[in-house]
């Protein structure tokens, strides 16, 4: 049977597929959809438990079948690949809020390759479910939060995500983005060369909003920084980075800056 016809299947049987830590893939960024009708559904204060709740179809997209490809030619699964897409692999209690109210408790992890958050209602459940991505929920897990905003790639284009808020303040907000990259294995040519196994590498990107505006990304070099700040505000974060020597690649310390730019 095809793929489509196993998901079509699955989900006309109202079935819950279960993914492990090294399931398959999927094409990344796919994401939950968010209606109307589930908002809806929400307010209603309806139902109480997950499984196959319709109820809970407004905080919950069905975990869909984390089949793929990576490429035409060539078929994997994450077992064939180095790494992992989670950032912690293990499923840890963390909160659930709509519209910054705390609303719910359950168990969660971060997919950075497909920037899901990934739930469960008990550590050793089986079914895992996909948190509907829309800028009313957010949660967070393990000492971080994750927030589903609009933002602009380093590329000027306008996507939506998940982004970390590192500081807040009236002039500038920081925030950081969790990315697992997908790196094509090398075999080797010759006995003298080396070999490279298909990979995911960690990487993480900067974002910065100035009076509320929508979060763009920033380089973390110090004529980029530098750039984001008001002329008049510019001779002290110079004196700033002379002084401290913060490392700019480094979350603390550019939260640190951003705190005293805010404070200016």
């Given at each position: 049977?095809?793929?489509k016809?196993?998901?079509?299947?699955?989900?006309?049987?109202?079935?819950?597929?279960?993914?492990?830590?090294?399931?398959?893939i999927?094409?990344?960024?796919?994401?939950?959809?968010?209606?109307?009708?589930?908002?809806?559904?929400?307010?209603?204060?309806e139902?109480?438990?997950l499984?196959?709740?319709?109820?809970?179809?407004d905080?919950?997209?069905?975990?869909?079948?984390?089949?793929?490809?990576l490429?035409e030619?060539v078929?994997?699964?994450?077992d064939d690949i180095?790494?992992?897409?989670?950032?912690?692999?293990?499923?840890?209690?963390?909160?659930?809020?709509?519209?910054?109210?705390?609303f719910?408790?359950?168990?969660?992890?971060?997919?950075?390759?497909?920037?899901?958050?990934?739930?469960?209602?008990?550590k050793?459940?089986d079914?895992?479910?996909a948190?509907?991505?829309?800028?009313?929920?957010?949660?967070?897990?393990?000492g971080?939060?994750?927030?589903?905003?609009?933002?602009?790639n380093?590329d000027?284009?306008?996507?939506?995500?998940?982004?970390?808020?590192?500081?807040a303040?009236e002039?500038?907000?920081?925030?950081m983005?969790?990315?697992?990259?997908?790196?094509?294995?090398?075999?080797a040519?010759?006995s003298l060369d080396?070999?490279?196994p298909?990979?995911?590498?960690?990487?993480?990107?900067?974002?910065v909003?100035?009076?509320?505006?929508?979060?763009?990304?920033?380089?973390?070099?110090?004529?980029?920084?530098?750039?984001?700040?008001?002329?008049?505000d510019q001779k002290?974060?110079k004196?700033?980075?002379?002084?401290?020597?913060?490392?700019?690649?480094?979350?603390?310390?550019?939260q640190?800056?951003?705190?005293?730019?805010?404070?200016?």
């Open positions: 049977m095809k793929k016809q196993i998901l079509g299947a699955l989900i006309a049987l109202g079935t819950f597929v279960t993914v492990s830590a090294q399931g398959s999927h094409v990344q960024g796919e994401g939950g959809v968010f209606t109307a009708d589930r908002l809806a559904l929400l307010k209603s204060g139902g109480g438990g499984g196959n709740n319709p109820a809970m179809m905080l919950y997209n069905d975990m869909r079948m984390k089949f793929g490809r490429g030619e078929k994997l699964t994450l180095d790494g992992s897409i989670y950032p912690n692999e293990n499923f840890t209690l963390g909160t659930l809020y709509e519209d910054g109210e705390a719910k408790k359950l168990y969660m992890r971060y997919d950075a390759y497909n920037d899901e958050v990934e739930l469960k209602e008990a050793d459940d079914v895992v479910r948190m509907v991505q829309h800028p009313k929920y957010s949660c967070s897990m393990n971080e939060v994750y927030q589903f905003i609009g933002y602009k380093e000027g284009e306008s996507k939506r995500g998940y982004l970390m808020p590192l500081t303040g002039n500038y907000a920081l925030f983005k969790q990315i697992k990259v997908f790196k094509e294995g090398k075999p040519k010759t080396n070999s490279f298909h990979r995911f590498l960690d990487k993480t990107e900067f974002y909003s100035k009076s509320g505006d929508v979060p763009v990304f920033v380089k973390t070099r110090k004529s980029s920084i530098l750039s984001l700040f008001s002329d008049e002290t974060m004196n700033y980075i002379r002084d401290k020597r913060p490392n700019l690649n480094d979350k603390d310390d550019l640190n800056l951003f705190a005293y730019a805010n404070a200016l």
